[in-house]
């Protein structure tokens, strides 16, 4: 990988108010990456959608059952990128200090093959 190459990245949970959302603020600095996070409810503040699974290279979903439903809404779209579950519960707020603790010691060693491969 060039050094000017970026990854894209995309971070899924429920809502789109938490987790995914700190995990895009934690990495949006990086700049091995292009990152985004979305939700899977029809309700989150920015939905999932075809698109977003069309951009990304790699995929953080917060917990298997994330992984469930975008396999069942778009199963042509997750041919091409890595998918990772993270198992972080939904019991945190927005940047709280743990849940930031956690996506970077889960993330990191992955991010860090895909962007050396």
């Not at 700190?22 to 990456?33: F, I, M, P, Q, S």
């Not at 999932?48 to 809404?73: C, G, N, P, T, Y």
């Not at 889960?106 to 491969?117: F, K």
């Amino acid at each position: 990988m060039t050094t000017t190459q970026r990854i894209n990245v995309l971070f899924v949970c429920s809502m789109n108010r938490w987790r995914s959302p700190t995990a895009e603020k934690v990495y949006a600095k990086d700049e091995r990456l292009n990152v985004r996070s979305r939700g899977t409810s029809q309700k989150a503040v920015r939905t999932i959608r075809s698109d977003d699974l069309k951009w990304a290279e790699v995929i953080f979903v917060m917990e298997a059952k994330h992984r469930q439903q975008l396999k069942s809404r778009f199963p042509g779209e997750l041919k091409y990128c890595e998918l990772h579950v993270l198992d972080i519960p939904d019991e945190y707020q927005f940047m709280d200090p743990e849940l930031t603790q956690i996506i970077i010691e889960s993330v990191d060693p992955l991010l860090d093959a895909a962007c050396n491969s």
